[in-house]
Structures are given as structure tokens and as C-alpha cells.
């Protein structure tokens, strides 16, 4: 019984890409007790990857960008954070030191791990052209871009794929498959007029489709669909007029975690940004049919928002009969999101979001709630960039990455 069980913890932080968690509590519940009618065993799996509170910690250097952040893939590695220096040259800080890369940057860094656990980080050249800085080495893949860039792993080959996403010095959406192994690949024209940062995140209810967020020059929220499958795709305006970069989250997929059934069948996609009246903004969208609404999460602020997954939890009801067979099972799963930006007062501020489903096998019933109400917290420090949530590797514990307003790096953990 108890080998089955850590077989399912297993699973289930496999599932959520999670490989140190501050606290995993995992209570069982009695065994069945049979009666004449019916008796139920209760399982939990809690994931926390937030400290009740946290801290400040410098880590020096100096930067002219928005610092960013790869998490330690292992107990012997460390945090790995890039900026661009006073030099206008890449920095990285890992294992306590600062080590130049060099190059002649333009953007804010974008690091991503590929599945053989290689740093990339993507830039914009002094020239306008895309460069990968592959573990300490410079590689060029071209293009005429005006903005940062956004990464995933192709979903149809998550091994040997990036997909790199940019807005374009013609101001349309464009795209750059790359080959990991070589870096070969091929620009392609999305369409569309943006003024932001694009933001890439291969959607949970379409395995093979990546949804590309970006901000139109009406000022409204869109979104590119693009089927990596066939290429087919279409933009879809989201409303709203939001005056930052998006900032997209998306539900953890709860399908085959715990050996239990899917709760409810798909995964909801979280936009932010910063609204016309300098508030943050929420778009809650159901990418199978489109359908969502926008809803106010209050505040002011003066960055571009990010986020991170900081609990995840999943409770399990067995029902029997009376002769000790299975007749339901009850599955509830809560998901906290927490969001972080620059406050007006130039302190970072946190803002967390928490989803619940439940899914009832024996009725077949399904619901979805969203929970907005918690209050801001400040976390002080005074901050001049938008902060950047480890989002890669070792997640825990939740932490971000900001610009001190003496220029250094800071970490809040």
C-alpha cells in the first residue's frame, strides 16, 4: 500500500516539474470501515513552494535591464541570473560569482533550458538580430527584431525544438524555429501590428497549439493561435486596453497526477497586465472556445506583472459500498497563483489568485471556482524594474529577481 502510494507522489511532482519543495505533506486517511451502507478513505497531497515570509538578499552587479531567472537543476548547482551590464555586455551570476559573456546586448535576457538541460539565453544584438548564448557560447540566428524574446519548446518536438517569438522591426509577429543541435531553423511571418513584447505558452487544452499574447497598437489584448502541427492559426482580440507586456499563467494539469481522474477536463489561461488606469488587469480565458471576461485585481503599479505557481494541493475521496467495492470517487484540487509587480511606491507587491475544481466520478459532477479576494501584501525594498519569477528548474522556494534602485541585482525569497 505504502509503495503505491510513493508511487503516486511521484507522479505527481514529476507532473508539476517541481524538484524541491519547502514542505510535502501527505496524510492518509483510515482504511474503509464496512457497514450497511458505505465507507470512503481520504488521501492529500500538498505542494507549498512559498515561505510564510520572506527576505532580501543583494547579490551585487550591476544592470541596466530587467534581470532574469533559470533555477538550479540540481542540489550542486545554483541559481543562474543574467542581466545586462553597465557594458552593455551579458552577465551571468551563478554559484556566488559574476561571470561576463560578453556580446553587445539590446534587450533584457530570456534563459531557457532545453531538454538536455543546456542555458540558453536568447537576446537582441546591438544589431537588431537574435543571438543565443549557449552555455557560454554565441550563436547567431538572425532576423530584424525590436523587442525581448519569448521562448517555448515546440510541442510537437519538445526535444529538439525551440520556438522563438519576437515583435519585428515591421512591428508584425514573428516566429523562429531553432534546432537545438545545430541552431538551423527558419523565420516565419505571424501578421499582425504589436507594441509589446510577445509572450509564447503552449495551451494544456490543445497539446500540439501555442498561444502568443501580445499588445495590439489598439492598445487591446490579442492572441495568435498557431498549430504547430499543420501551421493553421488565427488572431483573436481579447478586448481590454492594458498599457504593459501580458503576463500569461496556466493551470497545472492535474489529468494523470495521483493515478485519480481528470477534474475537469481542461486547464484555464491567466492574462495580466497593467490597465489604462494603471491597475492590474485579469483575463481569465477558456482557450477551447475563447470565452472569459476581464475582472479588476485592484492596485497601482508601474511594471509589467509576472507570476508563479506557489501551492498546489489535491484531495482524494474512495466511496464504497457495503461490500467493500468502489463505487466514486471524489477529486478536489486548489491552485494558488501569485502575481508580482512594481507598486507606485517602487516596492515590489504580490497579489495571489487560487482556483479550485472538483470532480465527482460517482455523479459526474464538475465545477470551477476562482477566488480573486486576497489583499495585496508589500514586500518592500525599492525596486526599479519589473521583478522576474523563477519559472525553470528548481522552483522552490518561490522567489524573484528585481533591479534595486542602486542598480545592483536582489533576490526576495
Given amino acids: 500500500m505504502f509503495a503505491d502510494n510513493k508511487k503516486v507522489l511521484s507522479k505527481l511532482l514529476m507532473l508539476l516539474l ?39 538578499f543583494g547579490l551585487g552587479g ?5 534581470p532574469s531567472i533559470l533555477g538550479n537543476l540540481n542540489s550542486q548547482d545554483s541559481d543562474h541570473i543574467f542581466v545586462r551590464g553597465g557594458d552593455n555586455a551579458l552577465w551571468e551570476k551563478t554559484n556566488g560569482n559574476w561571470i561576463l559573456r560578453g556580446g553587445y546586448i539590446a534587450s533584457n535576457p530570456v534563459p531557457a533550458y532545453d531538454y ?53 522591426s515591421d512591428n508584425s509577429l514573428w516566429m523562429r524555429t ?49 498549430s504547430r502541427s499543420d501551421g493553421s492559426g488565427f488572431w483573436k482580440s481579447l478586448g481590454g486596453v492594458i498599457a504593459s507586456n501580458p503576463c500569461v499563467y496556466q493551470e497545472s494539469d492535474w489529468s494523470t497526477a495521483s493515478g485519480g481522474s481528470e477534474p475537469s477536463g481542461f486547464r484555464m489561461l491567466f492574462i495580466t497586465a497593467q490597465g489604462s488606469d494603471n491597475s492590474l488587469w485579469l483575463r481569465i480565458l477558456d482557450t477551447r472556445d475563447m470565452s472569459g471576461y476581464w475582472q479588476s485585481l485592484g492596485g497601482l503599479i508601474t511594471s509589467n506583472p509576472d507570476a508563479g505557481r506557489t501551492q498546489s494541493a489535491k484531495h482524494i475521496v474512495n466511496t464504497y459500498n457495503q461490500y467493500g467495492v468502489l463505487i466514486g470517487t471524489r477529486t478536489t484540487t486548489t491552485e494558488t497563483m501569485s502575481l508580482m509587480v512594481r507598486g507606485i511606491d517602487n516596492h515590489l507587491w504580490r497579489k495571489d489568485i487560487s482556483t479550485t475544481r472538483i470532480y465527482d466520478s460517482a455523479t459526474g459532477q464538475k465545477s470551477w471556482a476562482i477566488d480573486i479576494n486576497s489583499a495585496w501584501r508589500g514586500l518592500g525594498g525599492v525596486i526599479t524594474s519589473s521583478p522576474k519569477v523563477a519559472k525553470s528548474g528548481y522552483v522552490s522556494p518561490f522567489r524573484a529577481v528585481v533591479k534595486g534602485g542602486d542598480g545592483s541585482v536582489w533576490m526576495y525569497k
Fill in 18 to 56: 517541481i524538484s524541491e519543495v519547502f514542505s510535502i505533506n501527505v496524510a492518509f486517511g483510515d482504511e474503509p470501515e464496512n457497514d450497511t451502507s458505505y465507507a470512503s478513505d481520504a488521501q492529500d497531497f500538498t505542494i507549498n513552494i512559498s515561505a510564510s515570509s520572506g527576505s532580501w
Fill in 62 to 66: 550591476y544592470t541596466i535591464s530587467d
Fill in 116 to 168: 538536455s538541460g543546456r542555458r540558453h539565453v536568447f537576446v537582441r544584438g546591438n544589431d537588431g538580430r537574435v543571438w543565443d548564448n549557449v552555455d557560454g557560447e554565441w550563436k547567431y540566428l538572425g532576423g530584424s527584431v525590436r523587442s525581448d524574446i519569448s521562448v517555448v519548446r515546440d510541442p510537437v518536438d519538445p526535444v529538439n525544438v525551440f520556438n522563438l517569438f519576437v515583435c519585428g
Fill in 178 to 226: 531553432v534546432n537545438v543541435n545545430d541552431m538551423s531553423g527558419s523565420w516565419q511571418n505571424l501578421g499582425g501590428i504589436i507594441i509589446s513584447n510577445p509572450i509564447a505558452m503552449v495551451d494544456s487544452n490543445k497539446k500540439k497549439t501555442i498561444n502568443i499574447l501580445v499588445r495590439g497598437s489598439d492598445n487591446r489584448l490579442w492572441l495568435r493561435s498557431l
